[in-house]
């Protein structure tokens, strides 16, 4: 257990799940929509706390994750172009594109920059004023604002080779498409603390009106998570379906107004494509008619047909459908140091904190 949490209390809310858990017609599976969940889930054993018959699963919360081969076609096509330089966080350089990666394209030459800001990104611009500059824009709602004040700053400074490749996610679409997905059969969702910062706790009233089910915004330390939880397997025992905030500390009905509002300013909503679960509408963000101008993807490139990594199942990872382990190439053929799929290569990915925390804990 981590040191985030008193393990006495820790094991009180265990007890309490259990006590509660008595009382369920049935099996319940509840899924955490968030990468840093994922990986706090595993590294404090929660899921071993746990009776049987409550499961918490995956689900789309890694970004690097769900962003589709054909983004990183388009990316590794722009960074093989001599005019482009691309900047990117980090652990989008080792995802699979259809054939290699960033990664292998920085090492035969081309111009692949790790940044830890987008700020980095326009300060490339300006040192490199015969260079259009890339930033590949990968992330939800948690880090889309400082995309958003990178563009507006490039705007001011007058910046006119500092470009943006979106292939940002909104998470509200995303649920809807899992909960109208009738195979899955999902009790109660553990929303993301990150993201509910930025759009507030009302973003996700609509799809909950529409597919009501338990939902509780939820921090990160062990206790958060279960009494998450708790919460949880209390509504469904009541054969309640509300939306449930625990993360008030930080999180609040109406969100972050003016971070979001930034955003709204530099992008509008567009349709998505994500691995694992295919095209959604209205779930990306692109850039807005004012700064169409900054838009890598109008730079023409060849692409090839997107390829999925052979024998990967890191799609059905997002979607719930299986866990890690009955991937055929888990801590195989796929590992942290030889990732095939992209859940094993970002650090918030499902295969990646299995394979750090759970291989040998007997939950898989």
Partial sequence: MNGFADPRLVRTLARAIAAEAEKLPRPVTFMEVCGTHTNAIAAAGLRRLLPSHVRLISGPGCPVCVTPVGYVDQAMALAEDPRNLVATFGD?????????????????????????SPRDAVDLAAANPDRRVVFLGVGFETTVPTVAAAVLEAEKRGLANFFVLS??????????????????????????????????????????ARYPIPAVISGFTPVDVLRTVLELTKQVVEGRAELVNLYGRVVREEGNL???????????????RWRGLGDIAGSGLALRRPFASRDAGQFAVTLPTPREPAGCRC??????????????????????DTAAGACMVSAEGACAAWYRHERFAGVA
């Fill in 315 to 336: 799609g059905d990872v997002l979607r719930g459908r299986i866990d890690p382990p009955e991937c055929p190439l888990f801590a195989t053929a796929c590992t942290p």
């Fill in 258 to 272: 003016t971070a979001w509002g930034m955003v709204e300013k530099v992008f509008a909503p567009c349709d998505a």
């Fill in 167 to 208: 292939g940002h996610k909104v998470m509200p679409p995303a649920l809807e498409a899992l909960l109208a997905d009738p195979a899955l059969r999902l009790e109660g969702l553990i929303l993301p603390g990150h993201v509910s910062v930025i759009i507030g706790a009302r973003a996700y009233r609509p799809v909950l």
């Fill in 92 to 116: 989008l350089l080792r995802v699979p594109a259809s054939s290699g990666s960033l990664e292998q394209a920085r090492a035969t030459g081309c111009d692949v920059r790790v940044v830890y």
